[in-house]
């Protein structure tokens, strides 16, 4: 045999535009653990569901770096430490606990729910933006201005310090990839990341401080005030708690809008249906979810005990990815599951995860993509995709379309 | 419209909270309480909700006239298993 | 008729008659539609309401999240039923295949699914049980009767009987500012259905909640006053408690007494079945045309023993309804077994409790996550060595772990490591439930041995 392996073809660039079957050729294999020392691979629906809450796989960064994966990054070489998304109970649940204080129920039933007229007046004025042109970019010009608008103004980051942050921010996507944590510049590209994080931290810990002595009516200065019975966060658990809700609160959500357009596109009977019925948006998403998850898979999970899935053990102390993605098609959990079809009426997808670790920002993200893509069918005049497939990120983690060139006729008012 | 939530399938994930909070709300950190008699003006935000909870544990009647796409009708028996 | 003739003609023009009209009913009813049942279908109810849902009655009600008259349950689909609603029926001739009616009228069936459920076990002496003030929580009205009273500032509420309805009630009370006396004859609330390890953890969570929780006591009397209200409780211990409303949790009766001389195997314990919902007769022998669902039903569980499992549980009701209605109009092979796994919540001083499988037949315990005094933990019950139910403080997305081991009988005490597991969780300890022979208020499972004739009544209300 001498084609390469399944796992080096699923992180390959070059499968990015469509990694489908190989999730199908990984679904055949219950458990697919390819070389020694490296990851074991999930890729069916019920197993992965079983897995996400099963208590014997950790996601502390702890084990996993003792499993061997060098994104174990501590607190002595970041300067932050873990957030709540690399920490188990108790730890995980009390961090994300004192968060949600200013995010959600019980204690901010109505914060997200109060933006939605925010979040029309944001993508209203991206589209005005379009002018007379006949053909935007979707990633630029909407998909990404759009959600970092939102997590800046609800974090409450100037959104004109998007340019510096944003040079921050891309380093540290990128060492999500598992494909760069292999690469030959293993060592400068940690230390990049290392100084990212860093200088991330440092840009938040002066927000942190002014909000301290001033604070408004954004996440940042309710985090640094909370007193609920977990007590406060203590400073360097703001930062890392920041720096992840600002990376995750827009780099999921550029891809969930662009992979819904770019599908839309695809199938444009759904697109017309969506311009007649904005209410079809709820469940365009849902299905968005499933069919196109923008994260594709969960790598950072370690086995603490022997787990059997479908009579394969997988030894304690492994690296195990959860390729969500795959699960999202899985046969066995989806009638016709390559089809994408808002109509299906069975959506259960895996694009958010599952159990404690759940997307915590979840409810803001489906709120933005169905607002997204509902004005942009209703506004954009006979659309049409310019390059099928789109160039995509490098990420195989996080993926999407790095450019969505799209044409239209005229913008509607 | 009527409502229902199998809370034996709910998992505390608080969807519906977040995205109809005048019908669901959290009584502690993963208690759901619920109004089982929705009023209409919550009709959209229902919609959301059922359509968003991860565990499909919402069942509503009485909302398929939001419009007449099949998708609303099959909201109705949300109790996919 | 051949057997397969009969299921083609009952599907398309036979007569199927429910009786109960309540959870297992409705979701009967709509299998049964929903699978191509186009005969006359006739839902018999002794109230006088479409099917409603109860578990908000203790809960978002008396919370005054919900209103006790709106909380009808949705349809899934048309059922296009014949109603008799506010009838109750009063015997059944399984020759004739007739069911009687309070009225006096006679219901014909082709098949009989038979739903009737509990009722709230009252007080068990009726002069003081009539005194104004007194109430039982289990229907709409006793919901719309109590909340009218408790909006009415009384000085203090007095609960008798601190299982799940009773503790749930004072949860409600004590979000409400409303004084509280819980009186428990056990050793601790929920004791009787998750153990004395829990039952503690739930007796501090009351008392942090301000709730005068008064257990190892029986309730001796209750007093009127010249005017027939409820004025006062007597107490085992000498002690008197002023209140002006009483609330009686002593658990359910099941609704079983019009079968009395049908000759059904029906007793206390509810009507047993076979494990695809067929009821047996007095002797031992399953029918033909009588199937059981829900609170009423007591049928064989493989998981546990093959012992007849009665049980009180929102989603057993669903479940067991689909089964028992699929199965009517199914022949032989088509049929399915009811091998629901018990699931119980519970909803009190915003945690929120949850279990699976059968914490009753624990003999130990072990608290594999989280922790007691956090009061957010999962407790594994181990029982001959494997895991035979799992309980949940605020932790419910670990339980479905859970559940998977009680359905491969994984071996107790659990052998390998968990996250978040405390030092307190590495060995297990002795459940402490209280000795089965005496009774408790709030045990949502009940085994109830191995013959489905077998009439002996193991839970007895308490008498004082």
């Known amino acids: ?413 | 419209m009527r409502l229902v939530v199998d809370l034996n399938r709910c998992q505390g994930y608080a969807q519906c909270a977040f995205l109809a909070p005048d019908v669901f709300a959290l009584h502690g950190e993963e208690s759901l309480v619920y109004n089982p008699q929705a009023e209409e003006g919550q009709r959209e935000r229902l919609a959301r909700a059922v359509a968003a909870c991860p565990v499909q544990a919402i069942l509503a009647d009485g909302l398929d006239d939001v419009d007449e796409e099949p998708a609303e009708a099959g909201q109705e028996t949300s109790h996919a298993r | 008729m051949p057997a397969e003739d009969f299921l083609q003609w009952l599907r398309r023009e036979g007569r199927i008659v429910i009786v109960g009209a309540s959870l297992a009913g409705l979701r009967a009813a709509e299998t049964l539609r929903a699978e191509g049942f186009a005969g006359s279908l006739t839902m018999i109810g002794d109230e006088p309401y479409e099917p409603y849902d109860r578990p908000p009655l203790s809960k978002a009600v008396l919370l005054g999240k919900a209103s006790p008259h709106r909380t009808d349950l949705p349809r899934r689909l048309e059922i296009d039923a014949k109603w008799r609603l506010g009838v109750a029926a009063t015997g059944l001739d399984m020759t004739a295949k007739r069911v009687r009616l309070a009225d006096g009228d006679e219901v014909e069936y082709d098949r009989l699914l038979i739903a009737t459920g509990v009722r709230a076990r009252p007080w068990p002496k009726e002069s003081e049980a009539q005194l104004d003030g007194v109430f039982v929580l289990r229907t709409r009205d006793d919901a719309a009767a109590l909340l009218r009273r408790l909006q009415a500032s009384p000085r203090r509420v007095f609960v008798i009987g601190a299982g799940f309805t009773g503790s749930e009630i004072a949860s409600a009370c004590r979000a409400q500012g409303v004084a509280v006396t819980l009186a428990e004859r056990g050793g601790a609330p929920l004791v009787g259905a998750l153990g004395g390890v829990i039952g503690a953890v739930a007796a501090e969570l009351q008392r942090e909640n301000g709730v005068d929780l008064r257990t190892g006591v029986m309730v001796t009397a209750l007093e009127g006053d010249s005017m027939g209200r409820v004025r006062a409780a007597h107490l085992s211990d000498g002690s008197v408690v002023e209140t002006d409303v009483v609330v009686v949790c002593l658990g359910a009766t099941r609704n079983t007494e019009w079968l009395e001389s049908s000759g059904l195997g029906a007793g206390p314990r509810g009507i047993a079945c076979d494990a695809g919902c067929r009821a047996f007769d007095f002797r031992g022998i399953v029918t033909d045309d009588v199937y059981v669902a829900g609170d009423v039903a007591r049928s064989p569980h493989p998981l546990f023993g093959y012992q007849f499992l009665s049980l009180e549980h929102w989603g057993n009701a669903v479940a067991q309804a689909e089964v028992a209605a699929h199965n009517m109009i199914s022949s032989g092979a088509d049929r399915r077994p009811h091998l629901w796994v018990p699931a119980f919540w519970s909803s009190q001083f915003g945690v929120n409790i949850k279990s699976v499988g059968v914490p009753s037949m624990g003999e130990q315990i072990m608290i594999a996550q989280g922790s007691l005094a956090e009061r957010r933990f999962v407790g594994v019950y181990g029982y001959q060595g494997r895991v035979i139910a799992a309980v949940s403080f605020d932790n419910t997305r670990w339980l479905q772990f859970y559940e998977r081991l009680i359905e491969t009988a994984t071996p107790f005490p659990l052998e390998f490591p968990t996250v978040d597991r405390r030092p307190e969780g590495r060995q297990p300890v002795p459940a402490d439930f209280p000795d089965p022979s005496l009774p408790t208020h709030g045990p949502t499972v009940t085994l109830s041995g191995y013959s489905p004739s077998d009439r002996r009544l193991v839970f007895t209300p308490a008498r004082h």
């Open chain 1, 1 to 413: 045999m001498t084609h390469a392996s399944l796992l080096h073809r699923i992180t390959d660039y070059a499968n990015r535009a469509n990694p489908y079957p190989l999730y199908e050729e990984l679904r055949r294999t219950p458990v697919l653990h390819e070389e020694d020392g490296g990851p074991y691979l999930v890729g069916s629906y019920w197993d992965i569901l079983g897995l996400l809450h099963d208590p014997r796989i950790s996601s502390d960064a702890g084990n996993l770096a003792a499993a061997g994966a060098d994104e174990g990054v501590g607190a002595e070489e970041t300067g932050l430490p873990p957030s709540f998304i690399r920490l188990d109970p108790p730890e995980h649940d009390r961090l994300r606990r004192i968060a949600n204080r200013s995010f959600g129920p019980p204690h901010c039933p109505r914060r997200i729910d109060a933006m939605r007229g925010e979040l029309a007046d944001i993508v209203s004025g991206l589209i005005d933006g379009f002018g007379d042109a006949r053909q935007i970019d979707v990633v630029d010009q909407f998909a990404y201005p759009f959600p970092v608008t939102v997590i800046c103004r609800l974090l409450g980051v100037p959104r004109e310090d998007e340019p510096r942050f944003r040079a921050w921010v891309e380093p540290i996507v990128a060492s999500l990839d598992p494909q760069t944590q292999t690469g030959e510049n293993e060592a400068e590209r940690l230390q990049s990341t290392r100084e990212a994080r860093v200088q991330l931290g440092l840009y938040l810990a002066e927000l942190v401080e002014q909000r301290r002595r001033e604070p408004g009516n954004d996440m940042l200065s309710e985090l640094v005030t909370s007193h609920g019975p977990d007590g406060p966060m203590t400073t360097m658990e703001v930062l890392s708690t920041s720096v992840l809700l600002l990376i995750a609160g827009h780099e999921t959500t550029v891809n969930l809008i662009t992979n819904g357009m770019l599908t839309l596109l695809r199938y444009p009977e759904f697109l017309r249906k969506l311009r007649d019925d904005p209410g079809l948006a709820v469940n365009v998403v849902e299905e968005l979810l499933r069919y196109e998850p923008p994260v594709q898979l969960v790598p950072q999970r370690t086995s603490i005990a022997d787990i059997e899935v479908r009579g394969v053990t997988i030894p304690k102390g492994s690296r195990i990815w959860l390729v969500l993605a795959a699960g999202n098609r899985d046969p066995e959990r989806f009638e016709d599951p390559d089809r994408f079809d808002p109509y299906r009426g069975d959506i259960q997808h895996l694009g958010f995860g599952s159990g404690i670790h759940s997307c915590f920002g979840a409810p803001l993200a489906r709120l933005e993509a169905q607002i997204a893509l509902s004005e942009l069918a209703r506004r954009l005049d006979d659309p049409r995709l310019l390059e099928d497939p789109p160039p995509y990120r490098q990420n195989a983690v996080l993926r999407g379309p790095r450019h969505l060139a799209v044409g239209f006729e005229g913008v509607r008012p």
